[in-house]
């Protein structure tokens, strides 16, 4: 789970089933009584349907832990970070970056830090679709030192300039969400 949507999907899974719990929080449910065998494998299946799985272990969780932390950066449109991602990272999961990055990229096919690039990216495309920012500003509130490393990135991605973006008719985006699901 990466969002507060993904936590409420879940819940209302459980709210059907009629199962008891305290707490559903990212990766993990806190449940108040014994859950059967038979009832995890129907939670499982329900989950799947949603597009979750069960986190079989810890290490999965410190991957979707890492996606909901990169996530959660954007929720203020703005990112500006005083630490390095790896710093913060680390801190907050209490678990070694290269371990992290390891992890990450074995798990999701891509570094923490391609990531943490298609998610500004995302938001760059959000914002240039809304008409939110100009592209300085979008730049600065990514965290780009200078405008042109920007559009280059913006471009190499996307196969357009942040301009040419602004200027179609056909704005291909992704929602943050489901980068996180991926």
Same mark, same amino acid.
């Given at each position: 789970? %990466? ?6 999907? %879940?819940?209302? %899974? ?7 719990? =305290? ?5 993990? %449910?806190?449940?108040t009584q ?8 129907? +939670? ?7 597009? +979750?799985?069960?986190?079989k272990s810890?290490?999965? *969780?410190?991957?979707? !832990?890492?996606? +909901?932390?990169?996530?959660?950066? #954007? ?10 991602? =790896? ?7 209490? *678990? ?19 990531? +943490? ?11 240039? =679709? ?16 200078s405008v ?5 990135? #913006? ?5 357009? !300039?942040?301009? &040419?973006?602004?200027? =179609? ?7 943050? &969400? ?5």
């Amino acid at each position: 789970m %990466v969002c507060p949507r993904c936590i409420m999907a %879940v819940e209302a %899974v459980l709210n059907d089933m009629e199962v008891s719990y =305290s707490q559903v929080r990212l990766g993990a %449910v806190e449940f108040t009584q014994e859950f059967p065998p038979s009832r995890i494998k129907q +939670f499982e299946k329900k989950l799947l349907e949603l597009g +979750f799985s069960i986190a079989k272990s810890r290490e999965l *969780v410190w991957v979707e !832990t890492v996606k +909901f932390s990169l996530i959660q950066l #954007f929720e203020n449109e703005s990112l500006e970070l005083n630490v390095p991602i =790896s710093v913060l990272l680390s801190e907050k999961i209490n *678990v070694d970056y290269s371990r992290l990055s390891q992890l990450f990229s074995n798990s999701q096919g891509k570094t923490i830090e391609q990531y +943490f690039i298609d998610l500004k990216i995302e938001k760059a495309k959000e914002w240039l =679709s809304l008409e939110m920012f100009n592209i300085s500003q979008i730049a600065w509130k990514l965290g780009y030192g200078s405008v042109q490393y920007f559009s280059a990135q #913006f471009k190499k991605i996307t196969g357009q !300039t942040p301009s &040419d973006y602004k200027k =179609s008719s056909k704005k291909d985006r992704k929602s943050l &969400d489901s980068l996180g699901k991926q």
